[in-house]
Each structure stands twice: as C-alpha cells, then as structure tokens.
C-alpha cells in the first residue's frame, strides 16, 4: 500500500469518550502533520512533528494529545471532546527538508462528537 | 505573518470553458513557494501544482497552469478546458518556516468550483 492512511474513515464518539486516530504513511518521510478543517473555514495546522519531535503546536486544546512513534505513523488521541471539534481531521507527510515538496494528505477522518 | 486569500468562496463553469480561481497572498519573505490543492467531497486532498517565488516561468503541470504574478503576489489557477470531474473544493496554500525549521503549509479559504453540462 502507497501513500498516506488515515482510520478511521469516520468517526462518532461522546464527549466522555476516549478514542485516538490514526495515520500511516508509506512514502518514507519524516514529518507528519495533523490539520484540522471545519465547515465554512480553512485548513488549521495543529500539530508538525519532525524526525518524530513535535516541532509546532498551534495553541490546540490539550484533549487533543498527539504521539508519533517512529516517522511512518502518527497518532491523535481525543478525550472529553466538545460538539465542536466535530470536524474533518487530515494527516499529511513531507519530505523533511524538501521545502519544494508538496505535503501528502490522507483521506480524512470525519469526526462527529454527539 | 504570511496570509493566503481566495476571494470566489463558489464559481459555477460550463464544461470544456477555461477558468481561472484566483489567490493573493502577502509574505515579508523573499523564498517563499504556492502550493493549490483540489478537494473532491470524498475529502482527500490533491496536490495539484507548485510555483516557488525564484521560478522564472509559470508552472504547468496537466491541464493545469498558474499564473504567477510576483508584483501583484497572486497566483491564480488556470484549468484550460473544464471537465464535469474538475468540480470540488480548491484550496490555494504558502509555505512557512517556522522557528525550527520546519516546513507548514498555510492555505486559503478555498473556492468551490461547480463545472456543469
């Protein structure tokens, strides 16, 4: 299998739930990144990890708690989640250091907290 | 800090007509590359194209071009003859460096492009 993976696809979960999403990618690069698109709004960066070290944080709420265990996967954990967070969440990768690459997307997870 | 602005939030096409969706951006920074993506309602993001701010030529890639203009910091996507699957959400980004060195993208708020019959 090529290219980025996320699951799953979609997602409901309540507002006490824990649950984690999860992102795959095949491409051997070393930065992953987790963008978070609401309706009506752009894409927001949450989180960039690089050779697996959290390298931004865009001042996301701490129930979203990232993990990167090597440069292939990456992990988003929810907790206590609120009705907006409901949100389609993508991971991408890129070639660390190509500032010319494009990032590469997965499908998304489509999240819905009820 | 960089912006990205995509001012058509929807454009409606006859097929095979050409096209054109438009972005500006505003950057202190003399590197600086423009990224477009296209978005089907399956969700996954296309790359699409690529310009970076020292190329001398508009970069093509497909049916695709840009129309790079430095001066104005626009970066417009052209679709030479529209087809019914050119329609979906086309989003418009800039690269970004941030303190440590690590490469982002920033994007625009996008325009929905709906290509009819």
């Known amino acids: 299998e090529t290219g980025v993976t996320q699951t799953p696809r979609h997602l409901v979960m309540g507002m006490t739930n824990k649950k984690s999403l999860k992102c795959e990618q095949h491409?051997?690069?070393?930065?992953m990144y987790w963008y978070k698109q609401s309706a009506k709004k752009p894409l927001e960066l949450m989180f960039v990890?690089?050779?697996?070290?959290?390298?931004e944080n865009n001042s996301v709420p701490s129930r979203f708690s990232p993990e990167c265990p090597n440069s292939s996967h990456l992990f988003l954990h929810l907790h206590t989640l609120q009705p907006e967070d409901s949100a389609l969440y993508l991971c991408?990768?890129?070639?660390?250091?190509?500032?010319?690459?494009?990032?590469?997307f997965g499908n998304g997870t489509r999240l819905t907290v009820t | 800090a960089q912006k990205i602005t995509q001012t058509q939030p929807g454009m409606f096409v006859q097929e095979k007509e050409a096209v054109t969706l438009d972005c500006t951006y505003d950057?202190?920074?003399?590197?600086?590359?423009l990224f477009w993506y296209k978005q089907p309602s399956s969700g996954e993001m296309i790359f699409l194209i690529y310009?970076?701010?020292?190329?001398?030529q508009n970069a093509t890639e497909g049916g695709y071009s840009l129309n790079f203009q430095k001066a104005r910091k626009s970066a417009n996507l052209v679709i030479s003859a529209s087809q019914l699957g050119d329609s979906a959400m086309y989003f418009c980004?800039?690269?970004?460096?941030?303190?440590?060195?690590?490469?982002?993208?920033?994007f625009g708020q996008g325009t929905r492009l709906i290509i009819n019959p």
């Open positions: 991408a990768s890129s070639p660390e250091g190509g500032l010319n690459s494009p990032l590469h």
């Open positions: 491409l051997g690069h070393n930065a």
């Open positions: 990890y690089s050779l697996e070290e959290r390298v």
């Open positions: 950057t202190s920074d003399p590197s600086y590359g």
């Open positions: 310009q970076g701010s020292y190329d001398q």
């Open positions: 980004a800039m690269r970004e460096i941030n303190g440590k060195g690590a490469q982002k993208l920033v």
